[in-house]
């Protein structure tokens, strides 16, 4: 028994009043999954979801993304595609129409990939988010739909596309509808070279499964945020396979830069910067140059203002 949680914290609402305690929130501190610290919830998103203390970046869904990527008020979301929500009807320990309905009111979203519009440093992209949080972000037939959609309408607009993704692979409740969207999407990525608009792919963690074998590390760039863990299937499962013991930091975004899998590793606080800056080199425009603060009002021999 938890006796602070189950005594004293009911005892302490109880004295301050129902009133009070109902506009405090139980969510006020966060622990770092990697080095343990509690960080404090404001101190966490104003260094954008990155641990103070150690570095890990935690995972975050599409709406941080956009907040952290697009200029302020420039971006909208994209009509997510309706699709069958179970096509099989597959029925396994759980119910998978029961996983849909618990993931979707988790994170408030109909499926596992969100896309919007917007800009970045004035230029015109389009950016498509795959979060872990719903599903372990695994490829069915909605985030199939949603991903060709919106690849569909970035060539349409002529905008470069950016892809942040993290995934288990492909969502085996859907069987061979899940497995098919990896070519749909590798079709959509060369129709996106064909009409010479850059494909950056951010790599975050976990990006694995079919996902990181088809459209993930298709990318004319590739990018991963520190730590990343990247690959195909589990080290634990390659090391038992082959039998042998795996290098340091294997299947970590460092360790794949290293050896040429990434084209580089930056952090979340510097990706935004990083990604204006090769949007504007892959599609030949100049960023353009911060506006100069409008100069002070001159006071007049009056001590009046003279309009500018």
Known sequence: MNWITNYVRPRIKGLMGKDRSSD?????????????????????????????????????????????????????????????????????????????????????????FTAARGTIDGLNVMIGVQPFDYLGGSLGLGVGEALVESIQAAITEKRPYILFVSSGGARMQEGILSLMQMPRATILVDMLREAGLPYIVVLTDPTFGGVSASYAMLGDVQIAEP????????????????????????????????????????????????LSQVLHILTKQAKPKPRSPAPPPKKNGNGGVNAA
Not at 30 to 37: A, E, F, L, V, Y
Request: a positive charge; aromatic letters at 8%.
């Open 24 to 112: 405090t929130p139980d969510n006020l501190w966060k622990k770092c999954p990697s080095c343990g610290d509690m960080i404090f919830h404001r101190d966490l998103l104003s260094n954008l979801h990155v641990c103070p203390a150690c570095g890990h970046h935690l995972r975050i869904g599409p709406a941080e993304r956009f907040a952290y990527t697009f200029d302020a008020g420039s971006f909208s979301e994209l009509t997510p595609p309706t699709v069958p929500a179970d096509p099989l009807n597959f029925r396994g320990e759980k119910k998978y129409a029961d996983e849909i309905k618990a993931a979707r009111t988790k994170t408030g979203r109909p499926e596992a």
């Open 227 to 274: 730590g990343a863990q990247i690959g195909f299937t589990g080290a634990r499962v390659i090391a038992q396979t082959i039998r042998e013991k795996l290098p340091e930091g294997f299947q970590r975004a460092e360790y794949l830069l290293d050896h040429g899998m990434l084209d580089m590793v930056t952090p979340r606080k510097e990706m935004r910067a990083t």
